[in-house]
């Protein structure tokens, strides 16, 4: 296991590694244990010990605003601007907010939670984030009865993010969960990852990730949090609504119109290796399935 030092995390800007370093000295020596936090066992635990390289996490990226290709992001987001960063929260809620980073901070204690991301062109990666669950940050502004959705919007900046000038999607980058799938606490507001501040490419400063969701569903670089009523429309369900649907959850029985979803290449792996099979929710079944009794997940895929 990785062990963070505290001469890897101080020089940073830090905005949350203070205090998860405080926590994970005061749970072993120097090093994070997993085991003892929480989300580690579920039903995929058996794959999420072998933790996807630092390397493969930060060169292996999807983040059209910075290319299309799997290394762009990289190449191209060394620059990128995260301070200042401010979000806000607003909509279908009692008392809407504008956080700084540096609030945001203060404010939340992020922890090592190590999840699969499953992407839906059939890849996956096991990535240590960091990060706390965004139903802590709404429960700041208090959701209002009318508040049935969650629109994220990613930053929208064609000056900075040269993708942005040219139509692939429609910008800024939209994503949206139902409001019981975002109050989850499994859903997560992610601040770091291997103990380090978010790096640009994974979506800095502050990225959603929804761990049971094909990997669009969690926008990166989000300036907007929105509670709204009706159902929004997000990027990709605009881009090609027969491919990608709002619930997009990972799921081995509803293929992708163009390629079965049952297996998955597990990134860093010898090329030779077998796909392994994907997981119904991506192992999360008895956590999230209750989310969606008497839905046809097929119809809503
Ligand atoms: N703003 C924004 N967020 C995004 C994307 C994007 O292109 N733009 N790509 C999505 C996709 S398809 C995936 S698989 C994940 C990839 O996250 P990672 O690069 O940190 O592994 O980010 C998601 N979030
Ligand atoms: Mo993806």
């Known amino acids: 296991m990785k062990k963070i030092k505290y001469s890897e995390i101080t020089p940073e800007k830090i905005y949350n590694n203070r205090r998860s370093f405080i926590k994970s000295i005061s749970i072993g020596a120097g090093s994070i244990a997993i085991s003892s936090l929480p989300f580690s066992g579920n039903a995929a635990s058996d794959k999420i010990d072998n933790k996807t390289s630092y390397k493969d996490i930060t060169t292996y990226n999807n983040y059209y605003e910075f290319g299309t290709s799997k290394n762009d992001p990289y190449k191209n987001s060394q620059n990128f601007k995260t301070n200042p960063w401010n979000i806000s929260i607003e909509g279908e809620v009692e008392s809407p907010i504008n956080l700084s980073m540096e609030e945001i901070s203060e404010m939340f204690l992020s922890e090592e939670r190590v999840h699969r991301l499953r992407c839906v062109e059939g890849w996956s990666m096991v990535i240590p984030w960091m990060g706390f669950s965004l139903s802590e940050l709404l429960s700041k502004v208090t959701p209002t009865s009318k508040a049935k959705f969650v629109e994220f919007d990613s930053v929208y900046d064609p000056d900075q993010m040269k993708g942005q000038r040219y139509p692939v999607l429609k910008w800024p980058y939209k994503e949206g969960l139902r409001i019981d799938e975002a109050m989850h606490p ?33 926008a990166k670089a989000i300036v907007k949090i929105k509670l709204v009523e009706k159902m929004p429309t997000s990027s990709w369900m605009r881009a090609s609504p027969r491919e990608y649907g709002f619930y997009s959850n990972v799921n081995p029985y509803v293929d992708h119109p163009r390629w079965s979803q049952a297996t998955e290449r597990v990134i860093g792996n010898d090329i030779f290796a077998p796909r392994v099979k994907t997981l119904m929710f991506n192992g999360y079944e008895e956590e999230v399935a209750s989310l969606y009794t008497d839905m046809d997940l097929k119809k809503y895929f």
Do not use: M
């Open 186 to 218: 499994l859903t997560t507001v992610v601040t770091g990852l291997y103990g380090k501040k978010l790096p640009n490419q994974n979506g800095a400063p502050l990225r959603i990730f929804v761990p049971w969701k094909y990997g669009f569903k969690s």
